[in-house]
């Protein structure tokens, strides 16, 4: 069982710029697949970035891509959402998710999530 512990969120300008970090309690890689989702009010939770913590490989959906960046940084378990060009339309709360086997989008294949991390771009 991994714990995860999302920071970094708060209130910017459009425009502007916020990297989240989701720290792991166990070595990712007992989780191989890392990802952020995000869900505004009265929307459903919404995909936007997965890494491979074997090997690094990332994968960003249409919606984020050329904006958002998902890293990792094995050595401190955590895994990092640099947002850039942040518009109103990002503001949601903020999640970070694990799973053991494989990778993709879809929430209901996530076991483990953290409580998640409030963007507000106003």
């Known amino acids: 069982h991994v714990q995860l512990v999302e920071s970094g969120g708060g209130l910017v300008q459009p425009g502007g710029s916020l990297r989240l970090s989701c720290t792991a309690s166990?070595?990712?890689?007992?989780?191989?697949?890392l990802a952020w989702f995000r869900q505004a009010p009265g929307k459903e939770r919404e995909g936007i970035a997965y890494v491979d913590a074997r090997d690094g490989t990332p994968f960003h959906s249409a919606s984020v891509k050329g904006r958002f960046t998902i890293s990792q940084d094995n050595a401190k378990n955590t895994v990092y959402l640099q947002m850039n060009s942040l518009k109103p339309e990002d503001t949601a709360m903020y999640y970070c998710a694990a799973r053991t086997q494989g990778c993709g989008l879809r929430a209901a294949q996530y076991a483990y999530w953290g409580q998640g991390t409030q963007v507000t771009v106003s």
């Open positions: 166990k070595y990712t890689s007992s989780h191989p697949c």
